[in-house]
């Protein structure tokens, strides 16, 4: 094989493991506190939106309605309690507002997945309209 096949052959094999949904390495932390349902912070500053869910609002100015707060509140009381001081592993997909957007898991469960099973959370992906949490 000439020196030249060499560099192409190494990137077709980059691209197809790219192109095949060779996904991206995990990172781990230690969870800091709970801003809310679906973003928490790491030990190291790290500020981490979970990935494919929303939870409700906590904030008069963020929230459509008043149910949404009282929703909001215990949606971040239950994901504090899935979280406080816990290890998570992570698995980055992008960014939103300054934070990293990742599907996370703790205890070896995906914790998307615990938060809508307890109705903390409901499944949303992005550039869809966000669920209603006023009716």
Known sequence: MTSLHIPILICLTAMSGAASGASAPSDTGRVRYV?????FRLTSGERIRIANIDAPEIHARQAKCRLEIERGK??????????DGKVVTFE????????TVARVRVDGRD??????????????????????WCS
């Open 74 to 83: 215990a949606a971040s009381r239950r994901a504090r309690g899935l979280l």
């Open 111 to 132: 914790l998307g997945q615990a938060l809508i099973a307890t109705g903390a959370a409901r499944p949303w992906l992005r550039h869809r309209p966000k669920p209603d």
């Open 92 to 99: 980055r997909v992008g960014r939103s507002y300054n934070r």
């Open 35 to 39: 801003t809310d349902g679906d973003t």
